[in-house]
């Protein structure tokens, strides 16, 4: 079955740096790569996504990369502030509607 | 407007003891999705309903848990003879649920779990 690889486990930064988390993924055939932000005592939420016929999508300082060949996916944060920090969840879609969790980063963005 | 909610956020209970997790979608959401997060982990995957019936209920880990969508909106996760390993938060994700396409998962708090 799929298998989600995710790194590093934390991560800390200073505000105004970038901050990257890194993903690989087993199950060739998986087509769709969200991450999810998730808040203490809150569930995740989506923060951006990423299709495999897409190399780069880009949201205001948020960026995901894919590499398909390799089988890995980047979530890319730039100007990092202290509200972004939380845990982040990368994930691969098996079929239309199973997603397979990565094990988390917690980000701390110290002011 | 509203989003996902589960009820209750916490649940203490003693280990044998049969527990009921409720978890309301959003308004229209046909699909709905349990998942549990074990501590320092990502949510796994338990089952998925498509309207009142469960379309992939591989992600049950055992015959002690199981879920029911009776009416197409609510779900219960129900678990008996709990076991300690059993303690974890529980999560609920609702999707429009078009068929043939991946619908945005929306989660809610969750419920956390104890079992002493």
Known sequence: GENVEQHPSTLSVQE???????????????????????E??????????????????????IAVTLNKTAKHFSLHITET????????FCAALRGTDKLIFGTGTRLQVFP | GAGVS??????VTEKGKYVELRCDPIS???????????????PEFLIYFQGT?????????????????PEGSVSTLKIQRTERGDSAV??????TGVPGLYNEQFFGPGTRLTVL
């Open chain 1, 16 to 38: 105004g740096d970038s901050a990257v988390i890194k993903c690989t993924y087993s199950d060739s055939a998986s087509n769709y790569f969200p991450w999810y932000k998730q």
């Open chain 1, 40 to 61: 203490l005592g809150k569930g995740p939420q989506l923060i951006i996504d990423i299709r495999s016929n897409v190399g780069e999508k880009k949201d205001q300082r």
């Open chain 1, 81 to 88: 502030q202290p509200e972004d920090s939380a845990v982040y």
């Open chain 2, 6 to 11: 589960q009820t209750p956020s916490n649940k």
């Open chain 2, 28 to 42: 229209g959401h046909t699909a709905l999705y349990w998942y549990r997060q074990s501590l320092g982990q990502g």
């Open chain 2, 53 to 69: 019936g469960a379309a992939d209920d591989s992600g049950l880990p055992n015959d002690r848990f199981f879920a029911v969508r």
């Open chain 2, 90 to 95: 529980y999560l609920c994700a609702s999707s």
